[in-house]
């Protein structure tokens, strides 16, 4: 999961993305309203303690609950069983489904499984869809992206691809360590990136193939994903080639495609977790007393309330504008999509930092759960591309396409004689 | 010009800001490009050195040629001779007018002159609107907005007005002093914002009305503004009922009609100046090497470029998101205004701070612009609402927002036993 | 443990706090070497798994093996069996404990029992310090400091003390509730701020005092100061005259004596486990290649770097003037510990933050222990004062001190005619 | 002056810097009691306007009184007629001077007389200290240091050093250009560092050599260094060997000697203007209501004064902790003196910018300095080396100075397994 980098510009990106292909079967505005009710009716009161994982029949529970509520996967193809909401229109209601922390598995809208569907969509065969898409819709299965390798392979360089697959009699044979694989333990298929002869290739992998086997888990400080992050094994793995995913040597190029929504859906989520955040600590501003003042009426505290709500709005109106790229221009969405990953992962890390902070000693105790947040939403500065490998790019992109407008134009600029 | 605030939130404000009454004459794309093109072929190579006022003569060769190009008064009704664009366009059109600072005055769409025009299409007479408005868009007469007051009258709290309106036989008295009046020197009229028995009332006063007369300028940093800040004094200033503009009382409310839009297109003028900042940077990146590689390929410029690119863009989101709300709901649009001022006006400085960075000793000099540029946007974090006030503003909004919504559905968190 | 706040700035503050009283036993340049070296050698390959408690056999080991090595307690008189050390040679040594996160327990100069003995050094009765200071630097006993109270009590208002002690026969009846008392749990004795008659007193109470019950502990994210934050109940709870501390009605000013110090030496070990944490990312930084270059050549890692050392060493520098401040004129020590306090606590934070970043993916896993160090340093931002009331006080002294001196010297500013 | 770095650390820094060379013949208590005096009571009255410079003539007569005040050169030798003071007391005399922003020309510690001063003391025969530093001193003659070039030459990177000294016959032959040369128009002479034939020579070169001509000056934002930023030429610019200050091929060593102090001075300097501008604001908080309140009590603006105290304080606290190192280690005093530059240009720029939001609108006019201070602050992140010049440096130590700890120690963290 850490740090696959869209470093294919250049690359023409003509999947399929027209949005006209979804059937909205929902009003946006009235799944909206559903959504939050749910998510205030149903979830939060079955929420687990703060900083432990939800349980498993519970989320099971509210999964059937989401379905009979016409809440659940908002944004798969409603023939699948989604909501069918089209990429512009996922923002909100994927908002009001991160207000829980447990909300987006409860409304099967989690990673990694939502841009596993959101990819599968976009380039597997129907025979694929059917096997694979359609239960990681209904939420008989999970699934896993397995892409990042230990060092020195794939992390923040996907270029560095180590693992291989080799053309075999009537399929192909997989060889290599990946790590940091979310959700791979329990996951019914992996969707496995290797290098072959003219790039790379992405593959599905049953999780019961013999050649597959799980390593062991890193324990990080986020709980949301079930499945945790383990290092996952390809030794000898044989599939067929009706495994292959999409073409052959696209992997790359189809590795954008998920990363460019998939940043953006968790934007969308852990925005809605902030959002909450800063609903606990303006109902403690309300309730608190400091100085013979509401802790609301403080001016330091209206500071803090004000840099959250700023960092809140931006991050919403840049996530609108590179939803919206994303349907349009999938070359301008991607580059977006880098520029939005990175400002909503550290403005969102603010916005719940400061409500501990305004929460004082409660804000960082389990008395709160906002600790538990701020575990959950911090590793996303690295994970997805670190945020240092993200400026990188969108330094290098700023540089080239100002290169371009010179070269078309003609310098404006002569900064000197 | 400083700082009055929208505090009057709880007024309904029925303004009609129906964005079909604006016909819009030119396919905005087009528009865009042609602006793009006129500011690039046309204004820049006009513009005067760093540091000093543009030319008169040559403005008035400017704005004439804007005329003949099509692109003049991008935001002025067709009517009157301007392109028609509802404010959900102004976005991108107001960016290529400001990539040079004199680019909205060239194009006839600066403050206040702007915002005086906007507010004259919403709220003056039939009469009012050929006296003023038409002369005011085709540039025969300048304007100016004379509400902030000296201390300890209107500046940051609008409800210390001090200035007052008395109705006297067949019209009104007004007495009281202006500071810090934007364009005040050499405007045909002003809009003067007075105290009367009921809250406040707008009039419209003749420059040459024998009670009004200008004090001395105040000096500023910044240069863009024709007319500099004034301080004007009102002295015995007798004007007839028909110099009410709009309804009288209403003052406060017209206010925000004027300011919410004022200060998003002041965004959208300066996001064009950081554009232009960034873009010399990049040149200058291009063009040097030190220790052995280019500017643009060492890892603490690239930080610096992507920050700039991060605060350009999430600028450009919220300014797109508050002027769709600004056209869709007036409050929710005034509300994001004071969000998009806050952050703009300091991602804007960041922008042009950061290149000159990029630019090395050039940077501080008068051989490159950006110093110049650096004083034109400073002023902005504290001209309409110093951005303490909108925090202020902006942590009041949220907690009463929290409040109404746990009042209507129960609160949901319950932060402690 | 939370808030108690410096604003009795009026108050005389005469304690004797003359360094020569202090003993200066090892020369400070090889103690900390020696320090150096026990950490290294002794402290750290005995360290628990990231964010878990250290077994206490464990530390009792260390603790025996740091008195052998005349390392333990530096902050103590020598004649308790400490160092001996004055404020100001104290950072250095622990910075140098700090640099492990059980270092500081280990070596005997852990909060809260560290600024307790610190303060029965300062008031206590000699009757007092054989039986409570002496067996505390030992080691036999540990204790709390139970001054902050549950809302609407004493938290970062001290003056809002609710907890009473009133005068009875033979002594004194203390009634009251305590909350978030660090080190409660497993504690010898408390030391008890109640209000009485005049001000404020503190009492020595002993944990076996039949009118004091533990409540339950919050939970919170930091591991490292043994027996947790629990509630301490006080009902009818009988102390003798001999209980009092210093002078009756002084507990005010003696919770200054504590508090200014004890927020410096909070700062001089967390700035330790920052060093610690920078060197964890430094050795990452040189053993990892991306895009075809060592992490540590890269810039935006560079980047993240000499910003971590800028805050390391502005860090350092502002306690070793704080230190030698409260050495020379306690009230400046009191003004700049503040400062310290804030600056510290922020700089320690980002260095830990940036370090995790630095190490991508597992910065966030329990592989590194940077997150257990992210933990123990995040409540600092609200122990000993929340930031922002540090920053309320700041400002307030900043004004009335510069009140202070227009009033000797007559206003040399005239920002206005 | 803009960016020559430090980057020859490994050159053994021999100079005799032994502080006991110093006499003493003030106490540093009592000069800066008086210095302060002469700020307040004589400098102060008389500063020119805002964004202008001092009437040289007033200037005369304020360095005049300095004499006459015994405040005069507080870092020269007493032998020449300064106060003879060693560099760790210099910071509260300088910033005292700074406090003024003509105050250091007045006091006659200017940059770059100052710095040169300081070289000249260290390395200078007695016969050139005669004939350069003691006018120097007295204030009779101004100079300049001539070591950046344009590009490609010498600027960030001084090792790109492309002007010349070719040995001839009796002494030396000099080509090249120079640009950026602080205080050169009217400089009765320059320090000029050239290539020779083992690295880079120091030649003292008269104003009037027939080989140095001026070239046009560079305009900039600051205008507190007499004789502005020009370009200089030397073009078969002959000299003796008595005109090699120090010894030949030692240049790029000897620019270490005066760089390490001179960014310290500009930090000092600079400091005080900064405390300036607080007071300032702190004048205008204290006069000033909104809302009701009194501005200083309003927390906005508390939180703005606060977090410019801490930024004072702590680049009081690197300043001084610097200043002690270049006394007693000037690899220390080097290392840290990036560090402050970097912390202390950015805390200085902070603080006048947050004056001037405290201010209002008044803070961006010439009714008050400010505006003109930050002119004068900014272009400090980029002379003396850029700030991520800096960094980039800063980081480079970190590393290397970790690789040889664990080369000493072995490593005591195994970040993996």
């Known amino acids: 999961m850490s740090v696959p980098e869209n470093q294919n510009q250049n690359q023409n990106q003509n999947m399929n993305q027209n949005p006209n292909e979804h059937t909205t079967v929902t009003a946006p505005g009235d799944l909206l309203e559903r959504t939050r009710a749910f998510i205030r009716d149903v979830v939060i009161p079955a929420e687990p303690e703060p900083g432990t994982s939800v349980d498993s029949a519970v989320l099971a529970r509210l999964q059937a609950e989401a379905r009979d509520a016409g809440v659940y996967a908002p944004h798969a193809p409603a023939e699948y069983g989604g909501q069918g909401l089209s990429i512009a229109a996922w923002s909100p209601v994927f908002q009001a489904a991160g207000?829980?922390?447990?909300?987006?598995?409860?409304?099967?809208?989690?990673?990694?499984?939502?841009?596993?569907?959101?990819?599968?969509?976009?380039?597997?065969?129907?025979?694929?869809?059917?096997?694979?898409?359609?239960?990681?819709v209904r939420g008989d299965v999970r699934s896993a992206f397995a892409m990042t390798e230990p060092h020195p392979g794939a992390g923040s360089d996907p270029e560095a691809l180590l693992t291989t697959a080799t053309a075999v009699d009537g399929g192909w044979r997989i060889d290599g360590d990946k790590r940091f694989i979310s959700g791979a333990r329990g996951a019914g298929?992996?969707?496995?990136?290797?290098?072959?002869?003219?790039?790379?290739?992405?593959?599905?992998?049953?999780?019961?193939?013999p050649g597959l086997t799980?390593?062991?888990?890193?324990?990080?400080?986020?709980?949301?994903?079930?499945?945790?992050?383990?290092?996952?094994?390809?030794?000898?793995?044989?599939?067929?080639d009706d495994a292959v995913l999409g073409a052959p040597h696209?992997?790359?190029?189809?590795?954008?495609?998920?990363?460019?929504?998939?940043?953006?859906?968790?934007c969308m989520r852990w925005l809605g977790l902030a959002r909450r955040s800063l609903d606990i600590a303006l109902d403690r501003a309300e309730s608190r007393e400091l100085f013979g003042a509401r802790l609301r009426d403080l001016g330091l505290a209206q500071g803090l309330i004000a840099d959250s709500v700023i960092d809140i709005e931006t991050?919403?109106?840049?996530?609108?504008?590179?939803?919206?790229?994303?349907?349009?221009?999938?070359?301008?969405?991607?580059?977006?999509?880098?520029?939005?990953?990175?400002?909503?992962?550290?403005?969102?890390f603010r916005v719940i930092d400061r409500s501990m902070q305004l929460c004082g000693g409660d804000g960082v105790s389990s008395d709160l759960p906002l600790a538990s947040y701020l575990d959950e939403v911090r590793p996303f500065?690295?994970?997805?591309?670190?945020?240092?490998?993200?400026?990188?790019?969108?330094?290098?992109?700023?540089?080239?396409?100002?290169?371009?407008?010179?070269?078309?134009?003609?310098?404006?600029?002569?900064?000197?004689?």
């Open 250 to 266: 696209e992997g790359f190029r189809y590795a954008q495609v998920r990363l460019g929504p998939a940043r953006l859906t968790h």
């Open 99 to 136: 207000y829980s922390p447990i909300g987006p598995s409860a409304l099967g809208c989690m990673a990694p499984d939502e841009g596993n569907a959101h990819m599968l969509e976009k380039i597997a065969s129907p025979a694929q869809k059917k096997a694979y898409l359609a239960p990681l």
């Open 214 to 240: 799980l390593g062991r888990d890193i324990h990080t400080i986020d709980r949301a994903i079930a499945g945790g992050h383990s290092y996952v094994h390809f030794d000898d793995c044989r599939v067929g």
């Open 189 to 209: 298929f992996f969707i496995v990136m290797a290098r072959t002869e003219h790039g790379a290739t992405m593959f599905l992998v049953d999780a019961d193939n």
């Open 381 to 417: 500065r690295i994970y997805d591309g670190a945020n240092e490998t993200h400026r990188w790019a969108i330094s290098r992109r700023a540089s080239s396409t100002r290169r371009r407008e010179l070269a078309d134009v003609g310098a404006i600029e002569r900064p000197e004689a």
């Open 315 to 348: 991050s919403d109106a840049i996530i609108t504008a590179t939803a919206e790229a994303l349907e349009r221009d999938p070359r301008e969405g991607a580059r977006l999509s880098s520029i939005a990953k990175v400002h909503c992962s550290e403005a969102i």
